[in-house]
């Protein structure tokens, strides 16, 4: 009889283990988190110093790195060049021949129209006598050839003299003008390359880590400083379905931090469900695999008393 009475003390205790297990817990484990965000170089060079260290808090603006980029300085000599050259192309368009270029024009004008009347008498001459059977037809289509050639001549620098006195066409003008706008901005894109040797920070940062040190080589978009953003401590909690109903959006909750038994007082941002069951942040899941599993966001009243608390340390949703 008591070897009965016994398995049945057994048996109710088992019962209530099984009706424990299944009941709402108490609290719910969950994790320290801050919004992390990371500083990279947008050009590649060689780290020449590091003016922060881990840990420092900056303000945005504040110079994190300098990087040695001696590409970019080779650029900006070619850029400034082409710009040089591209901008006496557009004046030369502009302005037109210069005093001397029109001397040696007139020059050759006057030259050419020489010779083209002088053909011209040599042609009549050469016509009469043709006429009078004085000179045979081969001479006559030299006498002519020479004429024909002569007036080309002519022709040639009396519309070269015609296009300098109406000036540049304007499509060429246009096409100089544009060869020294591409050149300025080559140059100045060359001059923001250069600028960009130094790393800024774009927001105010906690530093966590700095990924190489001076002398090494920090390529462009590789994250040099990775960190957190003051103020934006929140706290991470995931609870099963059965679990759910007892959290609304916007209640306020408590919030009992692990390793320095401090209570920090907060309100739910969102819930939200996760993607995976295995995405979760007690250490001790105790739900059922078909329940879904939801995120609660809990932000601190306090920012700056949650922020004191460490990363990643664990804590109790009450």
Not at 58 to 70: H, Q
Not at 135 to 159: I, T
Not at 191 to 215: F, P, Q
Not at 221 to 226: D, P, Q, R, S, V
């Amino acid at each position: 009889m008591s070897v009965n009475r016994y398995l049945v003390w057994i048996g109710l205790l088992i019962l209530a283990a099984c009706g424990n297990k299944n009941s709402k817990p108490v609290s719910v484990e969950g994790k320290v988190k801050k919004d992390v965000i990371s500083f990279a170089p947008k050009v590649t060079g060689r780290i020449l110093k590091i003016y922060v260290t881990e840990g420092q808090t900056v303000k945005k603006g504040d110079t994190l790195a300098l990087l040695d980029v001696p590409e970019v300085s080779a650029k900006i000599a070619q850029a400034e060049g082409a710009v040089n050259a591209a901008t006496a192309q557009e004046q030369m368009a502009r302005k037109g021949a210069t005093a001397d270029q029109m001397k040696q024009l007139q020059a050759k004008y006057r030259g050419l129209k020489e010779q083209y009347t002088f053909a011209q008498k040599s042609f009549d001459r050469a016509t009469n006598m043709y006429n009078d059977s004085l000179m045979s037809p081969q001479a006559y289509d030299e006498v002519y050839a020479k004429l024909q050639g002569a007036k080309a001549q002519y022709d040639a620098v009396v519309a070269e003299m015609d296009d300098v006195k109406k000036g540049t066409r304007i499509e060429k003008v246009e096409m100089a003008a544009g060869q020294a706008s591409q050149a300025k901005g080559a140059l100045q894109e060359a001059n923001v390359a250069y600028a960009e040797r130094y790393v800024i920070a774009t927001n105010d940062m906690e530093i966590e880590t700095i990924s190489l040190n001076t002398g090494e080589l920090a390529t462009a978009g590789f994250a040099l400083f990775n960190g957190y953003i003051p103020g934006s401590t929140w706290f991470r909690f995931t609870v099963p379905e059965s679990s759910i109903n007892a959290y609304k959006k916007e209640q306020q909750v408590k919030v009992a931090v692990v390793y320095n038994k401090e209570v920090v007082s907060g309100s739910i941002v969102y819930i939200k469900q996760l993607t995976r069951y295995a995405d979760i942040t007690t250490a001790y899941p105790d739900y059922q695999l078909q329940d879904a599993v939801y995120e609660i966001k809990v932000k601190p009243a306090d920012p700056d008393k949650a922020g004191l608390i460490l990363v990643n340390a664990n804590v109790l949703l009450k």
